[in-house]
């Protein structure tokens, strides 16, 4: 599909009045690509990748996570403007996770980034991270007596910390350059506990999503670059109450999109909501 395309109208569902004043911004010609369509809107057009950021995001504080800049850490914006109520940031497109990545999915390239990451201080102006408040949105939807909402109840999700953290890491956050990897997506970078960014492929691990052996290769990358969040001996007295609360949004997430798009739970989800009973059972880590 090239700019200008009679069908650009239809590609998003969130808004389609968006589209036009998107591929204005990317400007030039090339392909267009819709890469996610949820309340965040993103398109790759040609060698850009277009985000439209949420309506009622906090502006102040999304500007200052997109004015970072750690050069060969994470990927800078080329652009930051307004359309409507909604922030739009333009970035180089580089090449995200395919199939045969999967196949042997970057755990070490993932490790090594985060540590280097989690040694950089925090920029003057930078806000909280978002990572609790994703598990309480992700929540939300559920009705009481839930058995997500009663393992929601169990966590302690007060914020702690005052170093600097991604704040919503996983693979999908991770694109290649002629350079090599990079981080993407500031949008909760912040303040905090560095154990979150640790949290999700701990709650894979946890689940039975993610083998012992890929565990371990991105643990002992994130260690052997001189990561800090746990410690090398006993890894899961840090891990454990952030790896409760990223189960729980997890598989919150899973339940709500199963639910509105009319399907059953798939393998993935019921092994988070098992995990989810499990956290009912057994007491956290203290």
């Known amino acids: 599909m090239s700019r200008g395309s009679s069908s650009a109208g239809r590609l998003s569902r969130v808004s389609p009045d968006l589209v036009p004043h998107l591929l204005r911004l990317a400007g030039g010609d090339g392909p267009v690509t819709v890469l996610k369509d949820t309340k965040v809107l993103v398109l790759r057009v040609g060698e850009l990748v277009v985000k439209a950021h949420p309506a009622g995001a906090d502006e102040k504080a999304l500007r ?11 990927l800078a914006p080329l652009k930051i403007d307004r359309v409507g109520d909604r922030l739009v940031s333009v970035w180089p497109a580089g090449i995200p996770l395919t199939p045969d990545d999967l196949e042997e999915p970057p755990w070490e390239a993932g490790g090594r980034l985060l540590a280097r990451l989690h040694a950089q201080p925090v920029p003057p102006g930078l806000p909280a991270m978002g990572g609790q408040d994703r598990v309480h949105r992700a929540v939300a939807p559920l009705e009481e007596g839930h058995v997500i909402r009663q393992a929601y109840r169990t966590l302690d999700l007060a914020p702690r910390g005052n170093r600097l953290v991604h704040g919503d890491w996983h693979l999908g956050q991770l694109v290649r350059f002629p350079s090599g990897w990079l981080l993407i997506d500031p949008d909760d970078l912040g303040y905090g506990e560095q154990v979150w960014d640790l949290a999700r492929p701990a709650a894979w691990y946890a689940s039975g999503l993610v083998s012992g052996a ?6 002992g990358a994130y260690l052997a670059e001189g990561g800090t969040a746990v410690t090398p001996e006993d890894p899961w007295r840090e891990l454990d109450g952030p790896a409760r609360a990223l189960t729980v949004q997890l598989a ?7 639910r509105r798009e009319g399907n059953t739970l798939d393998e993935a989800a019921e092994a988070l909501v098992s995990s989810c009973e499990r956290i009912l059972a057994t007491p956290p880590t203290s």
């Open 252 to 258: 919150a997430i899973a339940v709500t999109t199963a």
């Open 64 to 74: 200052a996570r997109l004015a970072v800049r750690l050069p060969g850490l994470m």
């Open 214 to 219: 890929e565990w371990e290769r991105f643990l």
